[in-house]
C-alpha cells in the first residue's frame, strides 16, 4: 500500500518527467527551426568564418559552428569576406578586412563572425558585400554603405572616401521621407558599383560604368 505522502511525491515525480519531456519536445522543435549557415569553398583569410584553426579550404558545405544557436535569415559572400543577417536583425561580417569592408572601424581580417556593433540596436533586414564595400537595409529603409570608396559605390557623393563604419545614404532617407513608396526595398553589390531597387519599381544605380 502506498502512502498519500509517498502517491503525491510519485505524481509529482511522473508530471515532473512529462514537464521535461515537454520542454525536451519545445526546444526541439524549436531548434530544429533555427537557420543554419553553411559556407565553403576557398578558406584564405578567413573567407569561410570557420575560425583561424580551420585555415583549409572546404570541398563540401560546413556548418559555422558561430550560428549554431542563432537563427540566420540572410547570408551574402564576395571576395574572401562575408556577411549574415540574424532573425533579431543583427549583422555579423567576417574574412578579409581590406578598406574597413567588415563593418568594424578596423581593416584587420575576422576568421569568425563578428557581430558589427555600429549597427547593434537597428534591425538589420538585408546585406550586400562587394569587393571592397558593403550595404545594408534596415527595418527603417535606411541604406547603409561602407568600407572602400574608389569609384563612389558607397553613394554618398564623393570619390576615394572611405567609410569605417556604415553611415546613412542621406539621398536614399530622403527619398523614403518624401514617399514611402520610393523607400529602397533591394540592394545589390557588385564589385566596384551598387544598386537598389525601390518600392515603386525605380532602379538607382552608381560606382564604376
Same mark, same amino acid.
Given at each position: 500500500? *502506498?502512502?498519500? !505522502? &509517498?502517491?503525491?511525491?510519485?505524481?509529482?515525480?511522473?508530471?515532473?518527467?512529462? %514537464? $521535461? $519531456?515537454?520542454?525536451?519536445?519545445?526546444?526541439?522543435? #524549436?531548434?530544429?527551426?533555427?537557420? =543554419? !549557415?553553411?559556407?565553403?569553398?576557398?578558406?584564405?583569410?578567413?573567407? %569561410?568564418?570557420?575560425? &583561424?584553426?580551420?585555415?583549409?579550404?572546404? @570541398?563540401?558545405?560546413? /556548418?559555422? @559552428?558561430?550560428?549554431?544557436? %542563432? =537563427?540566420?535569415?540572410?547570408i551574402d559572400c564576395e571576395a574572401a569576406s562575408g556577411a549574415a543577417i540574424t532573425s533579431g536583425g543583427d549583422l555579423f561580417t567576417w574574412g578579409a578586412g581590406d578598406a574597413y569592408k567588415l563593418g568594424h572601424g578596423d581593416t584587420t581580417d575576422r576568421f569568425r563572425p563578428t557581430l558589427v556593433k555600429a549597427l547593434k540596436g537597428?534591425?538589420?533586414?538585408?546585406?550586400? /558585400?562587394?569587393? @571592397?564595400?558593403?550595404?545594408?537595409?534596415?527595418? @527603417?529603409?535606411? /541604406?547603409?554603405?561602407?568600407?572602400?570608396?574608389?569609384?563612389?559605390? %558607397?553613394?554618398?557623393?564623393?570619390? #576615394?572616401?572611405?567609410?569605417?563604419?556604415?553611415? *546613412?545614404?542621406?539621398?536614399?532617407?530622403?527619398?523614403?521621407?518624401? =514617399?514611402?513608396?520610393?523607400? *529602397? /526595398?533591394?540592394? +545589390?553589390?557588385?564589385?566596384?558599383?551598387?544598386?537598389? *531597387?525601390? &518600392? +515603386?519599381?525605380?532602379?538607382?544605380?552608381?560606382? $564604376?560604368?
Amino acid at each position: 500500500m *502506498v502512502s498519500g !505522502a &509517498a502517491s503525491n511525491m510519485a505524481t509529482g515525480t511522473i508530471a515532473n518527467i512529462l %514537464l $521535461r $519531456r515537454h520542454e525536451r519536445k519545445n526546444f526541439q522543435e #524549436a531548434f530544429q527551426k533555427i537557420g =543554419d !549557415a553553411y559556407m565553403w569553398g576557398q578558406s584564405q583569410r578567413g573567407a %569561410l568564418g570557420h575560425g &583561424a584553426d580551420m585555415p583549409e579550404d572546404q @570541398k563540401t558545405p560546413l /556548418v559555422m @559552428k558561430d550560428f549554431l544557436y %542563432l =537563427d540566420v535569415i540572410e547570408i551574402d559572400c564576395e571576395a574572401a569576406s562575408g556577411a549574415a543577417i540574424t532573425s533579431g536583425g543583427d549583422l555579423f561580417t567576417w574574412g578579409a578586412g581590406d578598406a574597413y569592408k567588415l563593418g568594424h572601424g578596423d581593416t584587420t581580417d575576422r576568421f569568425r563572425p563578428t557581430l558589427v556593433k555600429a549597427l547593434k540596436g537597428e534591425k538589420i533586414t538585408a546585406v550586400s /558585400v562587394g569587393a @571592397k564595400h558593403m550595404l545594408a537595409i534596415d527595418d @527603417k529603409k535606411r /541604406v547603409f554603405s561602407w568600407g572602400g570608396n574608389e569609384y563612389g559605390q %558607397l553613394g554618398h557623393g564623393d570619390i #576615394a572616401v572611405t567609410r569605417q563604419s556604415p553611415t *546613412v545614404i542621406e539621398l536614399f532617407r530622403s527619398l523614403t521621407e518624401q =514617399d514611402e513608396e520610393r523607400a *529602397v /526595398v533591394q540592394i +545589390d553589390c557588385g564589385s566596384w558599383h551598387s544598386s537598389a *531597387v525601390t &518600392a +515603386d519599381g525605380q532602379l538607382y544605380t552608381w560606382g $564604376r560604368e
